[in-house]
C-alpha cells in the first residue's frame, strides 16, 4: 500500500529528526523494520525488543541502537511499555490488535499510558471505533475512555497530538466497569 509505505516513512524521518527514539519488537520484518529503518536513516534511535525465538528464526533488525532479548511475548510486550512514553499503533494484524487491547485496558484502569494513537492511514482503524463507540454506547467502555483513544489520519496530525498531549486534561472515567459494588 503506497499511502502506507508513505506514512511509515515519514513517521520514521519525524521522529529520527525531532529527537524521539522508537521503542518496537525489534524485527527486520514488515512495517516496524521499515519504520526503524527510516528513523535510524534521519539519525534517530532506535530500540528493539525481540523475543529470542523471533532472534533464532534470524528475524531481528541487526543496526538497532540498543536490543533487549526477552523470553517471549508477554515479557516483550511488558519491556517495550515500561520503556516507551506514547503509544502508536500502525496498521497490522493480530499481534497489533493484542498489543492495542492491552493499552486501552491500561489506558482505562489508569496504569499508563494515558492516551493511545492508532495511526489510521485510509481508514484502517475506522472499523475498530465504530466497535469502540458501540461498547460505549451498550456501557462496557466510557466516552472518556474512548476520547483518550485517538485515530489520526495521518503522520502530520499524529505529530500534533504528541505535540500537544501534555497539555490535555485527563479525565478519570468513573464509569461501570470502575464502579464498587454495592
Not at 21 to 45: P, T
Not at 132 to 140: G, H, I, N
Request: aromatic fraction near 8%; charge should be negative; hydrophobic fraction near 40%.
Amino acid at each position: 500500500d503506497p499511502a502506507l509505505k508513505q506514512a511509515v516513512e515519514e513517521l520514521g524521518r519525524w521522529i529520527g529528526e525531532s529527537g524521539n527514539a522508537l521503542i518496537y519488537g525489534g524485527s527486520a520484518c514488515g512495517l516496524m523494520g521499515e519504520l526503524a529503518k527510516s528513523v535510524l536513516g534521519a539519525g534517530g534511535k532506535a530500540t528493539g525488543v525481540e523475543p529470542q525465538f523471533f532472534v533464532d528464526q534470524g528475524l531481528l533488525y541487526d543496526d538497532l541502537t540498543e536490543l533487549f532479548i526477552t523470553k517471549d511475548m508477554t515479557e516483550r510486550k511488558a519491556k517495550m511499555i515500561e520503556l516507551g512514553d506514547a503509544f502508536v499503533a500502525l496498521p497490522g494484524g493480530v499481534g497489533t490488535l493484542e498489543e492495542i487491547s492491552e493499552i486501552f485496558t491500561r489506558v482505562r484502569l489508569d496504569m499508563g499510558p494515558h492516551e493511545c494513537f492508532l495511526l489510521n492511514i485510509d481508514g484502517f482503524y475506522d472499523p475498530l471505533r465504530l466497535f469502540l463507540q458501540s461498547m460505549v454506547e451498550r456501557r462496557f467502555f466510557d466516552q472518556c475512555d474512548l476520547d483518550r483513544c485517538h485515530f489520526p489520519r495521518s503522520v502530520e496530525e499524529l505529530e500534533r497530538l504528541l505535540a500537544t498531549a501534555g497539555t490535555r486534561r485527563i479525565v478519570r472515567c468513573d464509569g461501570p466497569l470502575l464502579q464498587k459494588a454495592g
